[in-house]
T-cell receptor, first 114, second 117 residues
Framework: AQSVTQLGSHVSVSEGALVLLRCNYS??????LFWYVQYPNQGLQLLLK??????LVKGINGFEAEFKKSETSFHLTKPSAHMSDAAEYFC????????????FGIGTKLQVIP | KAGVTQTPRYLIKTRGQQVTLSCSPI?????VSWYQQTPGQGLQFLFE???????NKGNFPGRFSGRQFSNSRSEMNVSTLELGDSALYLC????????????????FGPGTRLTVL
């Protein structure tokens, strides 16, 4: 069984400040991890993914995340927030073997203050 | 490649009615997953179909059902609608990684917004 915990359902940052969105996972086998972004009235779009290669993963729009097995974490960061980053972000986990379902976190709404 | 499409985009029904939502995956993708998204609940997994077979199932009542056709298009049906079924229903398509090493990322459609009055 796997699960995802996203700490902070709402996060506010100033434009130009560091963005840090937290994700901790639980998985009985090595996981694959994903971050998705959802803009209002749209579906989810993949930001980045970890599939057991490099532990530091770079994604679109300047985002990156680091897989830390010892901390069971996969936090999402961006050095400088833009107004266009305001959206809801979802962390997701699935086992690395077989073909099992994907489990999503509850989401974090990011507000960017001008 | 065209993305995942969902029809209709918006739907208004009344309690007790039934509804059918449709999803066309990315060409070549054989897996379709369905999710219910509501404020505060995040994405709740409904079920997943792979090559016309239900592969995984979430914890939803039997009023929620689905199927997949030979062209990978999928439908989900909700019977005897309740007010609590009002939600955004998302479908996503994906492919397995060769050699049974898991799955690639999912590609999501824009969703169907269902309102039950």
């Amino acid at each position: 069984a796997q699960s995802v915990t996203q700490l902070g359902s709402h996060v506010s940052v100033s434009e130009g400040a560091l963005v840090l969105l937290r994700c901790n996972y639980s998985s009985s086998v090595p996981p694959y991890l994903f971050w998705y972004v959802q803009y209002p009235n749209q579906g989810l779009q993949l930001l980045l993914k970890y599939t057991s290669a490099a532990t530091l993963v770079k994604g679109i729009n300047g985002f990156e995340a680091e897989f830390k097995k010892s901390e069971t974490s996969f936090h999402l960061t961006k050095p400088s927030a833009h107004m266009s980053d305001a959206a809801e972000y979802f962390c997701a986990v699935t086992p690395s073997g077989g073909y099992q379902k994907v489990t999503f976190g509850i989401g974090t709404k990011l507000q960017v203050i001008p | 490649k065209a993305g995942v499409t969902q029809t209709p985009r918006y739907l208004i029904k009344t309690r007790g009615q039934q509804v059918t939502l449709s999803c066309s995956p990315i060409s070549g993708h054989r897996s379709v997953s369905w999710y219910q998204q509501t404020p505060g609940q995040g994405l709740q997994f409904l079920f997943e179909y792979f090559s016309e077979t239900q592969r995984n199932k979430g914890n939803f009542p039997g009023r929620f059902s689905g199927r997949q056709f030979s062209n990978s298009r999928s439908e989900m049906n909700v019977s005897t609608l309740e007010l609590g079924d009002s939600a955004l229903y998302l479908c996503a398509s994906s492919q397995p990684i060769a050699g049974g090493r898991g799955r690639h990322e999912q590609f999501f459609g824009p969703g169907t917004r269902l309102t039950v009055l």
